[in-house]
């Protein structure tokens, strides 16, 4: 059977169009934050490199380490949650598995933030040494 409809009215009801821009400009924003936050990282990370465990506590102690290092921690996985969505949906395209994969990738992704934000939050508040 010949389908008289235009490319445009084929597309039309396929989906949304404009939801991608959302990630799209959530990863160039998330990216420019990581820039500048793995900047300090790494200058910070050579600092203490000459110290032991004990001064690198102290020095996460000072609020403005400690909240540095948890906005490292939040954007970098919130960075690679919105890259892993968009490799898992450009490029698996069976419905099953792309969807227990984004769904995997996400969980993946939440703990490895809430576990790092808590370890360093531990180590800020605690000292580390509190098992």
């Known amino acids: 059977m010949a389908s008289y409809r235009t490319p445009l009215g084929r597309a039309r009801g396929l989906g949304a169009a404009k939801h991608g821009v959302g990630h ?18 790494v200058f910070s990370g050579l600092s203490l490199a000459k110290y032991d465990y004990g001064a690198t506590i102290l020095w996460l102690r000072s609020g403005w380490n400690t909240i540095w290092v948890v906005l490292l921690i939040g954007t970098g996985f919130f960075h690679m949650s919105l890259g892993m969505r968009t490799v898992i949906e450009d490029y698996i395209h069976k419905t099953s598995t792309k969807t227990l994969l984004l769904i995997l990738s996400t969980f ?15 180590a800020a508040f605690l000292g580390g040494g509190a098992y």
């Open 24 to 41: 799209f400009i959530g990863q160039r924003v998330s990216a420019i934050a990581l820039v500048g936050l793995a900047i300090w990282a």
């Open 108 to 122: 993946a992704c939440w703990l490895g933030a809430a576990v790092g934000v808590v370890s360093i939050l531990k």
